[in-house]
Nanobody
Framework: VQLVESGGGLVQPGGSLRLSCTTSGFTFIHYTMSWYRQAPGTGRDLVATITNADISTVYADSVKGRFTISRDNAKKTVYLQMNSLKPEDTAVYYC???????????WGQGTQVTVSS
């Protein structure tokens, strides 16, 4: 099983980034996909989730209206479009796959996002 994040980097406040998580080794279409983030000295927090069935989405209050999660089942990839970035969005962003409410779950290795002028 592999979840490989990409698209992180350094961006100025107000800028945008698009994270991608390309997966292999499991049946992507059956999994709920999420993005989490972890800032230095803090726990890992849920940013956004997209389900496998009805493709409904859930967002943390701190990113609502700025971030958009989406998935391409044919490419087995989940995306996180991040707009109007703020310094407090600085964190390592992790891709997460969950089946049957966590009976099976997988994590990516993370990608660093730094928002700074």
């Amino acid at each position: 099983v592999q979840l490989v994040e990409s698209g992180g980097g350094l961006v100025q406040p107000g800028g945008s980034l698009r994270l991608s998580c390309t997966t292999s080794g499991f049946t992507f279409i059956h999994y709920t996909m999420s993005w989490y983030r972890q800032a230095p000295g803090t726990g890992r927090d849920l940013v956004a989730t997209i389900t496998n069935a009805d493709i409904s989405t859930v967002y943390a209050d701190s990113v609502k209206g700025r971030f958009t999660i989406s998935r391409d089942n044919a490419k087995k990839t989940v995306y996180l479009q991040m707009n109007s970035l703020k310094p407090e969005d600085t964190a390592v962003y992790y891709c997460h796959a969950s089946f049957d409410l966590g009976v099976l779950e997988y994590w990516g290795q993370g990608t660093q996002v730094t928002v700074s002028s």
